[in-house]
């Protein structure tokens, strides 16, 4: 089976504009989460999507949004980037997100704001 | 509110020394708890898990035992390689929550031959 896969892998941004992520989980996989990590705040929990609902979210300002499509993809967006938006954004899929299971992780994005 | 702790790195070893790093976890419930590992460049791999108490998760020579009494996680290896040196994440998810992990700190393992 492919792994989660995230694209692009490299982005380049000045404050101020916008960015679009996507990710694609394993196949069957109906649960999608978002996490950020940098360096000063570690790995952080953005949201998770479930059949294309939100289910839970973490304490990210309203300019962090995302979305789930009915093929289980995710996008998720950053509006108005401010240079602490820097980060390398990792998403994790499984099948239901219940307690026990394992959420498997892709490559990331890095991105950069400038 | 939840949260994991972790020992502070970096640990540095070297290769045949045995590794201990400590993980400790406030929680509500009964979570489940996970080491993640990344190495340079990548994305995080599940190393091992536990789900219930007195469980131990192991893999590719690394363990761990879910300890409720002392709320901790604390990843072993008797014997670590060069291959090993990467960030290790100590991680739990509770429930109704089971999309949402909390990490740790993440310690970086660096092992010299």
């Known amino acids: 089976k492919a792994g989660v896969t995230q694209t692009p892998r490299y982005l380049i941004k000045t404050r101020g504009q916008q960015v679009t992520l996507s990710c694609s989980p394993i196949?069957?996989?109906?649960?999608v989460s978002w996490y950020q990590q940098t360096p000063g705040q570690g790995l952080q929990f953005l949201f998770e999507y479930f059949s294309e609902t939100q289910r839970n979210k973490g304490n990210f300002p309203g300019r962090f949004s995302g979305r789930q499509f009915s093929n289980s993809r995710s996008e998720m967006n950053v509006s108005t980037l401010e240079l602490g938006d820097s980060a390398l954004y990792l998403c994790?899929?499984?099948?239901?997100?219940?307690?026990?299971?394992?959420?498997?992780f892709g490559p990331g994005t890095r991105l950069l704001v400038l | 509110g939840n949260s994991v702790t972790q020992m502070e790195g970096p640990v540095t070893l070297s290769e045949e020394a045995f590794l201990t790093i400590n993980c400790t976890y406030t929680?509500?419930?009964?979570?489940?708890l996970f080491w993640y590992v990344q190495y340079p460049g990548e994305g995080l791999q599940l190393l091992l898990k536990a789900t219930k108490a007195d469980d131990k998760g192991s893999n590719k020579g690394f363990e761990a035992t879910y300890r409720k009494e002392t709320t901790s996680f604390h990843l072993e290896k008797g014997s670590v390689q060069v291959s090993d040196s990467a960030v290790y994440f100590c991680a739990l998810s509770i429930y109704n929550q089971g999309g949402k992990l909390i990490f740790g700190q993440g310690t970086e393992l660096s092992v010299k031959p």
């Open positions: 196949s069957g996989h109906r649960s």
């Open positions: 994790a899929s499984s099948l239901r997100a219940v307690l026990q299971e394992t959420q498997y």
């Open positions: 929680a509500t419930g009964y979570p489940s």
